[in-house]
T-cell receptor
Framework: GAVVSQHPSWVICKSGTSVKIECRSLDFQATTMFWYRQFPKQSLMLMATSNEGSKATYEQGVEKDKFLINHASLTLSTLTVTSAHPEDSSFYIC??????????FGPGTRLTVL | RKEVEQDPGPFNVPEGATVAFNCTYSNSASQSFFWYRQDCRKEPKLLMSVYSSGNEDGRFTAQLNRASQYISLLIRDSKLSDSATYLCVVNSMEYGNKLVFGAGTILRVKS
């Protein structure tokens, strides 16, 4: 199946710093990528839909100025958590959708904010 | 009401047992249905799509009841390696062609 990578796989940072997470589709082009967040024992919650060459669409309650999304190419989307705080600690997962409408998930990034 | 609801479990079963999970969804216009498997601290992986006629993949059988807005997953001859969280997932153009995840059902298969 298709491969989606994420980098870094885990990150620990101090409160107030910004963290950038990359999501890449390695063997297909993805006009649409999605960013999810998952807290312990909870379901994946969609944060935003990232469209190549245009602005991301954020879900209700997700601050677009705090979670900056850039989808500059058909194989790369980035999520930047700005001024991270401990409550932002979570498992961030991206997915990429191919031309057949199938969605493939990256391995996730575990963020811990101290 | 949650868009996709599942019994969180956990379901604790012995090896070789048959176990069934259920899921209900609230949007009658939902079009696509899936079961994903998620292992601890890992990303979800597609287990199988769910079709109206029901479908089977080895030990796994999925069924869809559109009238009751209900999806099921049956696992026969459970293996230790089946231990995971099973996520019921729904897609609808009304959701903007986005996947909506249930919170998952935990399965623990014991020897």
């Amino acid at each position: 199946g298709a491969v989606v990578s994420q980098h870094p796989s885990w990150v620990i940072c101090k409160s107030g710093t910004s963290v950038k997470i990359e999501c890449r589709s390695l063997d297909f082009q993805a006009t649409t990528m999605f960013w999810y967040r998952q807290f312990p024992k909870q379901s994946l919650m969609l944060m935003a839909t990232s469209n190549e060459g245009s602005k991301a669409t954020y879900e209700q309650g997700v601050e677009k100025d705090k979670f900056l999304i850039n989808h500059a190419s058909l194989t790369l989307s980035t999520l930047t958590v700005t001024s991270a705080h401990p409550e932002d600690s979570s498992f961030y997962i991206c997915s990429a959708r191919n031309s057949s409408d199938e969605q493939f998930f990256g391995p996730g990034t575990r963020l811990t904010v101290l | 009401r949650k868009e996709v609801e599942q019994d969180p479990g956990p379901f604790n079963v012995p090896e070789g047992a048959t176990v069934a999970f259920n899921c209900t969804y609230s949007n009658s216009a939902s079009q696509s249905f899936f079961w994903y498997r998620q292992d601890c601290r890992k990303e979800p992986k597609l287990l199988m799509s769910v079709y109206s006629s029901g479908n089977e993949d080895g030990r796994f059988t999925a069924q869809l009841n559109r009238a009751s807005q209900y999806i099921s997953l049956l696992i026969r001859d459970s293996k230790l390696s089946d231990s995971a969280t099973y996520l019921c997932v729904v897609n609808s153009m009304e959701y903007g062609n986005k996947l909506v995840f249930g919170a998952g059902t935990i399965l623990r298969v014991k020897s």
